[in-house]
T-cell receptor, first 114, second 118 residues
Framework: DAKTTQPPSMDCAEGRAANLPCNHSTISGNEYVYWYRQIHSQGPQYIIHGLKNNETNEMASLIITEDRKSSTLILPHATLRDTAVYYCIVRTPVLMDSSYKLIFGSGTRLLVRP | DAGVTQSPTHLIKTRGQQVTLRCSPKSGHDTVSWYQQALGQGPQFIFQYYEEEERQRGNFPDRFSGHQFPNYSSELNVNALLLGDSALYLC?????????????????FGPGTRLTVL
């Protein structure tokens, strides 16, 4: 199973973009990159996922390098409510029975400062 | 839509005891995955249930077992509890039988059950 490496903590100012890096150098060609976040005492919340193209939704943008060995999650205008632990995750290849696993790393604790 | 619900929210057991945790998936979802999250760590995959069968399993001993019911709800059972089993146990649901739908790709997590083993 591929593993991810993230900085343990980061901070950014409210209203500024938060750029969270992730290394996944052992990822295989059919493994997706996922991002979830976990606010204290809650279950993880899905943010975005991608395979090799950049993705954007209402919450964030995901930039994946061409060699797929790293990615960056971008929160364009961070708010205080974005303070959370952000997990970069590899989704294992889908098996014949359509099942897959999410392999979590240790996450990055993002603090958004007023 | 109530989302994913788990019960109980907190539980205290002693070493050697057995525990059962329960999960109801989000409406329309047919797949339940269980994760263990130790304090300060990311969630670790335990196993996944679909059509009442275990489809995948993580690196957990046989003391961890599960069950899925016809209504898609699920139970996680842990026997012979150890101090190291103290953790937040998370349940996540998805629509495994709906490949191509957004619910296939996204696992929705419940709030978890905090298990303390003394």
């Amino acid at each position: 199973d591929a593993k991810t490496t993230q900085p343990p903590s980061m901070d950014c100012a409210e209203g500024r973009a938060a750029n969270l890096p992730c290394n996944h150098s052992t990822i295989s060609g059919n493994e997706y990159v996922y991002w979830y976040r976990q606010i204290h005492s809650q279950g993880p919340q899905y943010i975005i996922h991608g395979l090799k193209n950049n993705e954007t939704n209402e919450m964030a943008s995901l930039i994946i390098t061409e060699d797929r060995k790293s990615s960056t999650l971008i929160l364009p205008h961070a708010t205080l409510r974005d303070t959370a632990v952000y997990y970069c995750i590899v989704r294992t290849p889908v098996l014949m029975d359509s099942s897959y696993k999410l392999i979590f790393g240790s996450g990055t604790r993002l603090l958004v400062r007023p | 839509d109530a989302g994913v619900t788990q019960s109980p929210t907190h539980l205290i057991k002693t070493r050697g005891q057995q525990v059962t945790l329960r999960c109801s998936p989000k409406s329309g979802h047919d797949t339940v995955s269980w994760y263990q999250q130790a304090l300060g760590q990311g969630p670790q995959f335990i196993f996944q249930y679909y059509e009442e069968e275990e489809r995948q399993r993580g690196n957990f001993p046989d003391r961890f077992s599960g069950h899925q019911f016809p209504n898609y709800s699920s139970e996680l059972n842990v026997n012979a509890l150890l101090l190291g089993d103290s953790a937040l146990y998370l349940c996540a649901s998805s629509g495994l039988g709906l490949a191509g739908a957004s619910s296939y790709n996204e696992q929705f997590f419940g709030p978890g059950t905090r298990l303390t083993v003394l």
